[in-house]
């Protein structure tokens, strides 16, 4: 899909939620006056919508919008913009801060009552106390975290048919789904830096600064 009718359906996404709010829906044909005189441009979105992605006849705009925004300035349709963080549950936070710490050479940044946030790099490492003890070690909430842009979020969070496995509770909008092995995923708004920043506005019980991002 070129530039052209990218912008096309942005502005008729647009026009139509400016006049009729965030519920309207349209369908490809929105894209195209009635005596249409770009017959393979409609059969390009045709095939889009269609055969791609399988909508319905009628979609929201909003949500037309957003998939449309996905696109990169190539005209590559993106949603994943790399890995963000791994967070794994772990039994005791000490020994695992001075394995992760010492012995792999992570930088601590911080702890607090039950985790820490390490780094190495551009990595980005959570560990996360479990303290469901009646199970032990339990890989209840280890993860893999992506970054994605808000477009592609809202496409995603428009999906009735992910698995949810949690809601969100932290800085960063967050959607977390199940694979179709049962693997946890995250795709999650916002970086290492930006949830340091928003605990020295609220900080988790018991923070502990580790390094020199105590004065960030």
């Not at 909008?173 to 605990?199: I, N, T």
Request: charge should be negative; aromatic fraction near 12%.
């Amino acid at each position: 899909m070129n530039l052209e009718t990218r912008q096309k359906i942005l502005s008729v996404c647009q026009e139509k939620i400016r006049q009729k709010g965030e519920k309207v829906q349209v369908s490809f044909y929105a894209f195209f006056a009635n005596k249409n005189d770009q017959p393979d441009t409609l059969m390009s979105v045709a095939r889009w919508w269609i055969e791609k992605h399988q909508l319905n006849h009628f979609e929201k705009a909003t949500k037309i919008y957003a998939m449309i925004k996905a696109y990169d300035d190539k005209g590559v349709e993106s949603s994943l913009k790399g890995f963000n963080h791994l967070t794994l549950a772990v039994n005791d936070l000490t020994r695992s801060l001075e394995f992760y710490g010492n012995q792999l050479g992570f930088t601590a940044e911080v702890r607090w009552a039950n985790g820490a946030y390490l780094s190495y790099g551009e990595a980005w490492l959570c560990l996360s106390l479990c303290l469901d003890k009646k199970e032990g070690m339990s890989e209840q909430y280890t993860h893999y975290a992506f970054n994605i842009d808000a477009a592609a979020l809202a496409v995603l969070r428009d999906d009735p048919t992910l698995d949810i496995w949690q809601t969100n509770q932290s800085e960063g909008d967050s959607l977390y789904v199940r694979d179709p092995d049962g693997h946890q995923l995250e795709f999650h708004l916002g970086s290492l830096s930006s949830r340091l920043a928003s605990l020295k506005e609220m900080p988790y019980q018991d923070l502990e600064w580790l390094s020199c991002h105590k004065n960030f």
